[in-house]
């Protein structure tokens, strides 16, 4: 079985640095996905990791280890279009390329 | 280069009826996977096909749904006798390759209502 486990809502203010934790069981693990999401929108994707270490781009990084089964993503000089639900996916042999999502974490950015 | 296409958007049924849900994948991708999102619930998967084959169906409920993606056209989502907690938005994804670092894109997803 799998569960991926992310808080429901976090805040931040324009400009602040705001980390985004996810944490993951799955038996067979082939990659994590970020996933951005405004609402009433298509999921947009941010990063991908499937070796352990930091991915950066841009204004956006994402972390993974492996060992724990944890993951964070991490948002500079937030700005108030950061806020949306982020989600956190994960990808399993055996579910083939299906992509396994948590409930996502909503983030409101307020000035 | 037009994105994952899906249509229609808003859909209204009252219980019992059919639903039809469409998805056209980007340009050059021949992997699509529809997902379900239920207020307050991240996305599951449901589906997975490549043309003419369904690859994973195993996030699909055996019963009243179907999928196709035929070799000429969109892929279908179909929705027998549809009930009150088939109300979801519903997403398709596709993606260039089954590799597991090819993202899946995703469409903007059909709002299913049943009434």
């Known amino acids: 079985g799998q569960n991926i486990d992310q808080p429901t809502e976090m805040t931040a203010t324009e400009g602040a640095i705001v980390q985004i934790n996810c944490t993951y069981q799955?038996?067979?693990?082939?990659?994590l996905f970020w996933y951005q999401q405004h609402a009433g929108e298509a999921p947009t994707f941010l990063s991908y990791?499937?070796?352990?270490g930091l991915e950066e781009k841009g204004r956006f990084s994402s972390f993974l280890s492996r060992s724990k089964g944890y993951s964070y993503l991490l948002l500079k000089e937030l700005q108030m279009k950061d806020s949306a639900s982020y989600l956190c996916a994960v990808r399993e042999y055996q579910a083939g390329t299906a992509l396994i999502f948590g409930k996502g974490t909503t983030l409101s950015v307020s000035s | 280069n037009a994105g994952v296409m899906q249509n229609p958007r808003h859909l209204v049924r009252r219980r019992g009826q059919e639903a039809r849900l469409r998805c056209s994948p980007m340009k050059g991708h021949s992997h699509v996977y529809w997902y379900r999102q239920l207020p307050e619930e991240g996305l599951k998967f449901m589906v997975y096909?490549?043309?003419?084959?369904?690859?994973?169906e195993s996030g699909m409920p055996k019963e009243r749904f179907s999928a196709e993606f035929p070799k000429e056209g969109p892929s279908i989502l179909r929705i027998q006798q549809v009930v009150r907690g088939d109300s979801a938005a519903y997403f398709c994804a596709s993606s260039q390759t089954s590799g597991s670092s090819y993202e899946q894109y995703f469409g903007p997803g059909t709002r299913l209502t049943v009434t």
């Open positions: 096909l490549q043309k003419e084959n369904i690859i994973d």
């Open positions: 799955t038996s067979g693990f082939n990659g």
């Open positions: 990791n499937v070796l352990d």
